[in-house]
């Protein structure tokens, strides 16, 4: 078959989904019954996995499918990309890296910000998966691309 990628692509973004989201609404049940620290790691445990798998799987097949543009040659288009790629990380970064709270090294908390980049989203590590994806998706130009990242 000749996009069995993008099924397979679909059947990890649908497993993962339901995973995170899934253990994400159990927290509260879960978190009583084993405890904030260990539902941590076990939440870890399950999603980081699961993450990688995406991402590398993403890797390797990114060019896979139609190629339904090409503007990589286009003026401006690098840059607005590279520019993309660096607000996604300011996104990412503190969304994905509490290590000491993933880690459940420190009691996970619920934490309310009103400074840094939890004032202008209340889930930044989406929104700069959301950006990152816009950005590869505009350079790669594939259906492969394209349907991972809607």
């Known amino acids: 078959m000749v996009?069995?990628?993008?099924?397979?692509?679909l059947g990890l973004l649908l497993g993962f989904a339901v995973a995170h989201?899934?253990?994400a609404s159990l927290r509260m049940g879960g978190e009583a019954i084993?405890?904030?620290r260990l539902y941590?790691?076990?939440?870890?445990?399950v999603s980081i996995p699961l993450a990688v798998i995406l991402v590398?799987?993403?890797f390797n097949h990114r060019y896979d499918g139609l190629l339904l543009w090409q503007v990589q040659g286009?003026?401006?288009?690098?840059?607005?990309v590279w520019i993309l790629s660096a607000i996604s990380f300011f996104f990412l970064y503190p969304a994905t890296f509490n290590l000491l709270e993933i880690a459940a090294i420190q009691k996970p908390q619920v934490h309310l910000y009103e400074t840094g980049i939890l004032r202008v989203t209340r889930h930044p590590q989406m929104v700069g998966q959301v950006i990152w994806c816009?950005?590869?998706?505009?350079?790669?130009?594939?259906s492969f691309t394209l349907l991972t990242s809607l």
């Open 3 to 9: 996009f069995a990628s993008h099924w397979i692509m």
């Open 21 to 23: 989201s899934g253990l």
């Open 34 to 36: 084993i405890g904030a």
């Open 40 to 45: 941590r790691v076990l939440f870890a445990l």
């Open 56 to 58: 590398v799987y993403f």
């Open 74 to 80: 286009v003026t401006g288009v690098k840059t607005l």
């Open 134 to 142: 816009i950005a590869h998706t505009l350079w790669l130009g594939t």
